[in-house]
């Protein structure tokens, strides 16, 4: 006879079926989930009526199958409850690795309990009974594991829309605490409101790979890398270019929130540049467009990426506002415009603290030929920068004629623009 043969009519031990230690399914089932209560964490926090209830229920159709499969019969059509209870756990939070855990525990007393009386005749038959546990393993964890995937996709989306949807409502000015209810999600009092832009990476460019497909995977760890500092908390409408953050300010204190642009930079492999804006929940829609004008002011600058607050640039903020003071203040540069190489000469030296040694070495000549320029400026203009009030008001001009002569969109910053350094 066969070996296929023998599986189709069941296996035995010692003269009796293989499956008679597991035919007494609710005894045997009790046995295995005091072993999982006791041994297999965090089985233990379950709730009681879980335990006695699907747990035990569960544990009960996995020995019918493994009994069903053991006597040579057909698979019962109880994978589809099975794969019902897999799919409850993925939405309650159970870790996968426990319910697969349990499962091959379960299997471990189970295959002790049938080959306890085995001999030395039932050889063949236990090489039978190995290859079935293999088979009913594999049976077992395909279900659970498709069924949990499944669900916690589907848990995962509904998530990700109640969170889209609830910051669509807060920075929309929207009522929201019955939205919020409905979400599961708890408005904080206050928010720390980040405004971010996120460059493209490198790979991105390259003709070799697709561009969209290394944006999207640049944004995934950066969402990864909120996730885990700030669990679920964190509110986000982002996309691979940079979108707006609100977290609560019980979450990070203000003084993190720099190591977060860092670590969120990081993770992304790209430099980030994000200006933040403290508000009430009611103030939040003020607050981001706040954040994104300050945000925008920053890259117009070229400052160098991180995170901005208005404390830091409340100057350069107002010199960037609309009106006859702006315009003016860049007017001021304007006798320099027929000579770029004493404008980039002025943005450089600002940009290195008025070092003429090293504005000397980032441009490639002379000393002598710094303190040149710096005098045809002074003479152009009528303000030299070689004094403090000359030197503030060429800064400022160069602030000012940013906004006033290269409007444009907030990611693509001009050559021309004042130097600005991030604070420390």
Known sequence: MTTNETLHMGLTVSGKPMSTPLQDVRTVSRQLVGHFVDNVFPCATLPGDVISGDVTTVTGICLQLAVSMLDGKDIPAKTDRLADAAAGWAREGVPIDTILHAIHEGFKI????????ATATDYDNLVGGAKLVVTMLDTMSATVARAYLREYKAVVSEHHTAVHTLTSALLGGHPTSTMARECGITIAETYSVLALAIPAHADEAHPMLDGRVVARRKLRRLQAELAIRCGDTAL???????GTLLIPTGTLA????????????????????????????DQVPTAADQAHELLDMVQRL????????????????QLTRPGPGRETLGALLDPVDPH???L???????GNNLNRQRTARRLHIHTNTVDYRLRRIGALTGFDPTANSGLWYLRSALIARTFRRHPRTADTPTQSSAPVHQPD
């Open 302 to 317: 070229a400052a160098v990426p991180g995170l901005y607050r208005f404390t830091e640039m409340a100057l350069e903020y």
């Open 340 to 342: 770029p190489e004493l």
């Open 254 to 281: 203000d003084a993190e929130l720099d190591e977060l642009v860092t670590r969120l930079s990081s993770a992304a492999r790209v430099p980030i540049t994000a200006a933040v804006v403290t508000a009430t929940a």
């Open 236 to 242: 986000s409408l982002l996309s691979v270019d940079g």
């Open 344 to 350: 980039e000469t002025l943005q450089v030296h600002i």
């Open 110 to 117: 189970g295959l002790d309990l049938v080959v306890s009386n």
